[in-house]
């Protein structure tokens, strides 16, 4: 069974860190292209971050700089670096496959709150 388990979030003050991981289990995720989406309450899930099989990188004008995505293919798992931390970065974070293949059964998410 295919299946994407986001982890790592929590409560920081604006101007800290946290590093959130998506683990894959039942696909080998490492040939596709990932991201790392969010969602704040009242608005539409938006891409915040991608990296492809060969690790190129791409961001959302919003996080460029403060964010950095990686993935370790021995794990697995896909990771999502945030510094620099701001209020309105406050979302649920979900990780899924971009491109010609589709999204994966989406995950549950992982809460990141920023506060002020």
């Known amino acids: 069974q295919v299946q994407l388990v986001e982890s790592g979030g929590g409560l920081v003050q604006a101007g800290g860190s946290l590093r959130l991981s998506c683990a894959a289990s039942?696909?080998?995720?490492?040939?596709?292209?990932m991201g790392w989406y969010r969602q704040a309450p009242g608005k539409q899930r938006e891409l915040v971050a991608t990296?492809?099989?060969?690790?190129?990188?791409n961001y959302a004008d919003s996080v460029k700089g403060r964010f950095t995505i990686s993935r370790d293919k021995a794990k697995n798992t896909v990771y999502l670096q945030m510094n620099s931390l701001k209020p309105e970065d406050t979302a649920v974070y979900y990780c899924?496959?971009?491109?010609?293949?589709?999204?994966?059964?989406w995950g549950q998410g992982t809460q990141v709150t920023v506060s002020s």
């Open positions: 899924n496959r971009i491109g010609s293949y589709g999204p994966l059964i």
């Open positions: 039942g696909i080998i995720s490492n040939i596709y292209v």
């Open positions: 990296i492809t099989g060969g690790e190129s990188t």
